[in-house]
């Protein structure tokens, strides 16, 4: 069923305080209160070198005929519908993460190049559902891969509770579509992920070398640098699944051992389903 998100003046405040939109606070003008930001707000908010610029989704603009990956990539405009919070959200992701957003972009207009504008490559699939449910996942614990792999969801979240809250796993939200649900309160959001690998030369927590800053910045020009040299999002399949709803503060459930074994969203593997190796900080990120 297709998700129809709430009401501005329907949305409950508190759910900007909890993960996961608590994590995107900088951009609080543009999501709270009645009143919907305007495209120029949008504009004004966009970081040093952004080229890319949001225009009015309007009949008149929709009648240049290009594709809205080709317009981004020729004119600069990101097409956005106003009062819609899916579009804004969308905006959120390209003020963020400017570098995904434009690998995306590049991928996507080669493949529409490739298959025309009416037919849909496996690799564009893969770039849509990261582009909507993407989630960047950075590792320096080796001996989760595992349990993740297997859907071993009870040993991932429960058991190795403590990897998530110390550091050793860490997960940054890239995309909107996780965003707009997540206005509703205890929905089951499942992230699609692509996963950095810390070398071990890097692991020690609270080490100046990778702290959790920094690699979430070389985790982010790592997937991009991978995205827009075709190196990953090549098929659906690539990308793991991750519910949302077990890492810790991300759902109430979460206390509750149980909660684990019984929730929709904690789905087993597919048999013969295998998932690629994580992938390792670029030498060029950063």
């Known amino acids: 069923m297709r998700y129809v998100a709430p009401a501005r003046e329907a949305v409950d405040p508190q759910v900007f305080g909890r993960m996961p939109l608590a994590a995107w606070r900088e951009y609080a003008e543009l999501t709270d209160g009645r009143d919907w930001p305007s495209i120029d707000a949008l504009n004004a908010a966009r970081p040093a070198g952004m080229r890319e610029r949001f225009v009015t989704q309007t009949r008149d603009l929709l009648a240049d005929s290009l594709h809205y990956e080709q317009r981004i990539a020729e004119r600069g405009g990101i097409a956005t519908r106003e009062n819609n919070w899916h579009d ?24 529409i190049a490739h298959m025309g504008p009416k037919q849909r490559s496996r690799a564009q699939y893969a770039l849509t559902h990261f582009d909507e449910a993407g989630v960047v996942v950075t590792l320096r614990a080796p001996e989760l891969l595992p349990l993740w792999d297997t859907h071993d969801w ?22 909107h579509a996780l965003l707009e649900h997540a ?7 499942v992230g699609k992920a692509l996963v950095i690998a810390i070398p071990s030369s890097q692991r020690k927590l ?36 991750l519910p949302l709803a077990g890492v810790p503060g991300w759902h109430a459930g979460d206390v509750d051992e149980a909660f684990f074994h019984k929730t929709a969203c904690f789905q087993p593997a597919r048999a013969g389903r295998c998932y690629p190796a994580a992938m390792g900080i670029s030498e060029r990120a950063g």
């Open 206 to 241: 609270g080490s100046s070398v990778c702290d959790s800053a920094i690699c979430c910045i070389e985790s982010i020009d790592t997937c991009a640098q991978a995205i827009r040299e075709g190196q990953t999002l090549c098929d659906p399949l690539e990308l793991r699944p």
């Open 88 to 111: 804004l959200f969308n905006a959120l992701a390209w003020l963020r993460h400017p570098a995904l957003k434009r690998a995306l972009n590049v991928r996507q207009v080669a493949e």
């Open 183 to 189: 206005l509703t309160p205890g929905k089951l959001l």
């Open 154 to 175: 009870h040993g991932l979240f429960w058991r190795k509770r403590a990897a998530w809250l110390d550091g050793s796993i860490q997960v940054e939200l890239f995309g």
